[in-house]
């Protein structure tokens, strides 16, 4: 099925373990906890080709044993050594495979590889489970990251935390906080956009500032937060800033 450099028994339970995802039906197949770090340890091996079949068959696989699988794939992809686009592939299993620890230990991972291929999903995978207490790490990663699309998907993953949250004006704060200590320019904007969705009146104060700006960008991006605003009351401010605009 596969070659790989190794003994003839591992290669056999090898190509033995990876045939399974050939059954598109195969769902939680038990594993042990030396067949996953074999599944895992393969990866090492550059002339392994269908590398996505390792992938797709820790994917389904279901504990067998007192292991997580999840703590051990989540281990490896933080800590080997270890191809970029192997590292983006574990990320996905985890997500995928959703388990919350896991996830927030990715997420932990991104905050301090914010520019790291895989960070952008690490957010991606955190994003969709919409825990409050992950907003600091958006934060974090939104501020520090050089990357456009690790900075694209932690502003999204801020704003779907703000619009599901009950206790916006805490995070509008947070968010006025860290437009207040920032002095890079895209952080700033970033904040901006995000404080239209919490409908704070510490929100209101700063976009109505940012929108009577010198900066161009900082009265663009005032605009769009209060198109954001959850009520009608900031309609005027933004149709006075258009008509000074003309």
Same mark, same amino acid.
């Given at each position: 099925?596969?070659?790989?450099s *190794?003994?003839n028994s ?5 190509n033995? /373990?990876?045939a +399974?995802v $050939?059954d598109?039906? #195969?769902?939680?197949i ?8 074999l599944?895992l340890d ?6 392994i080709?269908n590398?996505?079949a390792?992938f797709?068959?820790i994917s389904?696989s279901? *504990?067998a044993g007192n292991?997580?699988i999840?703590?051990?794939? /989540?281990?490896? +992809?933080t $800590?080997?050594?270890? #191809?970029?686009?192997d590292?983006k592939?574990?990320?996905?299993v985890?997500?995928k495979r959703g388990?919350?620890?896991a ?6 991972w991104?905050?301090?590889n914010?520019?790291q291929?895989a960070?952008q ?11 409050e207490?992950?907003? $600091? ?8 990251t050089k990357?456009?699309g ?5 502003e ?10 009950r206790?916006?004006?805490k ?6 906080g860290a ?7 895209k952080?700033?904007l ?9 409908g704070?009146?510490a929100?209101?104060?700063?976009i ?14 005032a605009?769009t937060?209060?198109g954001d605003?959850?009520n009608d009351?900031t309609f005027?401010a ?8 003309d």
């Open positions: 099925f596969f070659s790989r *190794a003994s591992a290669n056999e339970r090898f033995k /373990l990876v +399974a $050939s598109r039906t #195969a769902r939680d038990p594993t042990s906890e030396e067949d996953l770090r599944l393969t990866l090492a091996d550059d002339t080709s590398r996505n390792i797709q068959r389904i279901k *504990a292991y997580s999840d703590k051990l794939v /989540l281990d490896y +992809a $800590s080997a050594e270890i #191809a970029d686009e590292r592939n574990l990320t996905i985890i997500g388990d919350k620890g996830i927030k230990g990715l997420l932990n991104a905050t301090e914010p520019d291929p960070s999903l690490a957010i991606d995978a955190a994003n969709k489970t919409v825990e207490n992950n907003f $600091s790490n958006f934060i974090s990663i939104l501020g520090a990357h456009p690790v900075r694209s998907s932690a999204k993953a801020l704003k779907n935390v703000i619009t599901k949250s206790n916006k004006e995070l509008a704060t947070q968010l006025v437009f207040d200590a920032s002095i890079d320019e952080y700033k970033s904040m901006i956009r995000l404080l239209g969705s919490t704070s009146s929100a209101k104060e700063t109505s500032a940012s929108l009577s700006s010198d900066n161009t960008n900082q009265r663009i991006a605009a937060a209060f605003w959850p009351e005027d933004l149709l006075d800033a258009f008509e000074d605009e």
